[in-house]
Structure formats: structure tokens, C-alpha cells
């Protein structure tokens, strides 16, 4: 047996076991649901603790990152005016600097044409006079000539135009080339080529020559007109300025033993015989050393106009590589502000999800709130009868 004072009263009465069971689980039910009630407002309100700060953190995120973004596109949109700027700049002070340059290459061009016609128009006479006085060494060579012919019947004329070259090289070619031509282009080559540069690598004369020599009994005869065409195509092939013949053949021709003969039907052609082969080469550098100074004025004005050449290609390119990075500078602003967009959608849809998230937890709130003893102890029928027992009304 078991005592039980009444805290209303003060009488003191005895129970047995099975009714203090009762009376302790009553009071343990009564407890509980004290304990489960404090338990519900705590988990409430930290919910709604947690709850207003996410939603303060995210929005305050929210904030700082779009601030961020909108000083990175205010930047970058600064930099592209700055760069289309100064690319807008440069590009005019190259264009203007291009024109002047231009119209200065454009009047030395026209003082040098035209110091080039008054120089020709010398050398015509210089060139005349000079031809003159072939001539007349001709008529006082022609017992010479004949005495000649007969001996380099039997040696070969290459070698004779090559000992007469060498016997004046050291004083009136210190500086010229004059060897066999040994290199074979797209299946022929010329017999001798003449080259002549100044110090500064300026070409003074270059000269394609070709030796023809046969024996007066000779069976089939040749005519120096079967070998023209052959050396314009050498002259050309080894980038030669002029081409010369030198023969023997057609040794009755007063056409050919006049003198220097011009091959009218190739360009800077000409054709003579062996006593005339250094007179040639004299006359043809006498007039490339008066015409030099018209070579180098040519020589610069090319060097000019490869500066300008190379200018263009150097603007050009600047042009090319800046519209490159202009677009590669768009790709990037419009990346970046795909990544904001996507940003802020992502942020969009965490705002939903806490908003969804408050929502349940109102709605479980709300349950809690309208939860009753009557709705805990929906059939329980034991738990039904101990409150009854205890003197509480389900409702």
C-alpha cells in the first residue's frame, strides 16, 4: 500500500500499487505533453530564427554579388571606350603620317623622272659620238680583224674572251665578276655572265654572253639569228640586264662586221664580233656608271617604298590583331554577363526555395497550433480513458 496526501485537503489515504501506477503515469502524461508543448515553441522559434537569417545572409549575398558585378561591368565597359578610343587615334595619326609620306615618295619620284629624261637625253649624245668612234677604230682594224679570225680558228673563243678579260681586269674591272656560267636552268645556260656591283651593293652591269666560232669549212653553217632567242631566255632565266654575242659566224656579213649590232627583236640585245668584245663591255658600263646615280635614287625610292609596304602590313596588322581583341574583349563582356544572368536566376531560385520553405514551416505552425488532445488521442482508446479518468474533457 502506498500513501497519498491531498494537496487540496491534507488528508492522507492509502492507494494500492495498481492505482498509484495510474496516478504516476497521469502525471507523467501531463509532463510530457508540457515538455512536448515547450519542446514545439523552441523548435518554432529557432525555425523562424534560422529561418530570417537565411533569407537576410542570402540577400545580403545577393546584394554584395550584384554590386560586384555592376563595378566589373562599368569597368569593362570603361576599358573598351578607352580602347576604341585610343585605337581611333592611332589609326588617324597612321593614316595622316601615311599620306604625307605619300605625297612627299610622290614628288621624288617625279624630280628623279624627270633628272632621268635630262640625263638620257646625254647619253643619246655621248652614245653617238662613241659610236662614231667605233666605227672609225673599225675601218683601221679590218686588216687586224681578218689576221685575227684565221688564228682563233684553231682555239676556242671562250678562252680568247676570257685572256682578253683577265689582261684588263686588274685596271678597268677591279671589282667585276666575269666567269663561266656553270649553273643549269630548266635545262640550258649561257657561256659567260658579267657582273659589277658598287661598294654599297648597288648592281652596276650585268651582261648574259654567248661565244659562237666555226671553221670556214664547215659543212652546215650556222647564222647568228639561230642563237638569239636561246640567250634572251638565259639573259632572263639568270636575271641579266643586257645579252651579248659574241661570233664569228656569217664572217661576209657587212651588216655584222660593221660594228656593235643591235638584235632589234629582243630587248638589250646586242651582237659583235671578237675585237669588239671589251669595246662592248666598256661602252655598256660607261653608260650604267652615268646612269648610277639615277640606280641609287631608284634604289632608294624602292627601299621607300618597301618602308611603306612594310608600314601598311605593320598597320594592317595592328588593325587585325586590335579587331581580334575588341572581339575577344565583347566574347568575354558578353560571357559575363551571361554568368550574372545565371547568377541571379540561381539566386531567384533560392529566394523560392527559402520562401517555400517558410511557407512549410507555417503551415507545420499552423498544424502544431490547431493540434488538440482530441486529435493526439484519435484511436487510443486507452489514452482516451486515463484523461477522462483524470478529469480532463477531450475536445
Do not use: W
Request: hydrophobic content about 35%.
Amino acid at each position: 500500500m502506498n500513501k497519498i496526501k491531498c494537496p487540496n485537503c491534507g488528508e492522507v489515504f492509502e492507494i494500492d500499487e495498481s492505482k498509484y501506477s495510474e496516478i504516476v503515469a497521469q502525471v507523467r502524461n501531463e509532463q510530457f505533453e508540457k515538455e512536448v508543448s515547450a519542446q514545439k515553441d523552441a523548435f518554432r522559434r529557432e525555425q523562424e530564427a534560422l529561418r530570417k537569417n537565411a533569407l537576410a545572409e542570402a540577400e545580403n549575398k545577393h546584394l554584395l554579388e550584384l554590386s560586384q558585378k555592376d563595378q566589373q561591368i562599368l569597368q569593362l565597359r570603361a576599358k573598351i571606350a578607352e580602347a576604341e578610343t585610343v585605337r581611333e587615334l592611332a589609326v588617324t595619326q597612321a593614316v595622316r603620317v601615311l599620306d604625307k609620306e605619300n605625297g612627299e615618295l610622290k614628288a621624288q619620284i617625279d624630280q628623279v623622272r624627270h633628272e632621268a629624261e635630262i640625263r638620257e637625253m646625254g647619253m643619246k649624245e655621248k652614245h653617238n659620238a662613241e659610236v662614231q668612234y667605233l666605227k672609225d677604230a673599225l675601218e683601221q682594224s679590218r686588216d687586224f680583224r681578218m689576221r685575227l679570225s684565221t688564228k682563233m680558228i684553231g682555239e676556242s673563243l671562250e678562252q680568247h674572251c676570257l685572256d682578253a678579260f683577265n689582261r684588263v681586269r686588274a685596271d678597268a674591272f677591279p671589282n667585276a665578276y666575269f666567269e663561266k656560267d656553270n649553273e643549269v636552268t630548266e635545262g640550258t645556260k649561257g657561256d659567260f655572265i658579267f657582273r659589277e656591283n658598287t661598294d654599297d651593293g648597288i648592281e652596276i652591269l650585268s651582261i648574259m654572253f654567248e661565244m659562237k666560232n666555226e671553221a670556214d669549212d664547215t659543212a652546215r653553217r650556222h647564222k647568228n639569228e639561230d642563237f638569239l632567242a636561246k640567250l634572251d631566255k638565259d639573259r632572263q632565266k639568270k636575271k641579266c640586264e643586257y645579252a651579248v654575242l659574241v661570233s664569228t659566224l656569217e664572217p661576209d656579213s657587212e651588216y655584222y662586221n660593221d660594228g656593235i649590232v643591235t638584235a632589234y627583236r629582243y630587248e638589250k640585245m646586242f651582237v659583235v664580233r671578237p675585237q669588239f668584245f671589251l669595246p662592248i663591255i666598256s661602252l655598256l658600263r660607261k653608260a650604267a656608271v652615268d646612269n648610277l646615280a639615277t640606280r641609287r635614287e631608284l634604289a632608294r625610292i624602292q627601299r621607300e617604298n618597301l618602308d611603306v609596304q612594310k608600314f601598311d602590313a605593320a598597320l594592317n596588322e595592328f588593325r587585325d590583331k586590335f579587331g581580334r581583341n575588341c572581339t575577344l574583349a565583347q566574347d568575354h563582356f558578353e560571357k559575363t554577363i551571361k554568368e550574372i544572368n545565371e547568377a541571379i536566376k540561381h539566386l531567384e531560385k533560392v529566394r523560392d526555395e527559402l520562401e517555400g520553405t517558410r511557407k512549410q514551416l507555417n503551415l507545420a505552425n499552423n498544424k502544431a497550433q490547431e493540434l488538440t488532445i482530441k486529435q493526439l488521442t484519435k484511436g487510443n482508446i486507452g489514452m482516451q480513458q486515463k484523461f477522462l479518468d483524470a478529469g480532463i474533457q477531450i475536445e
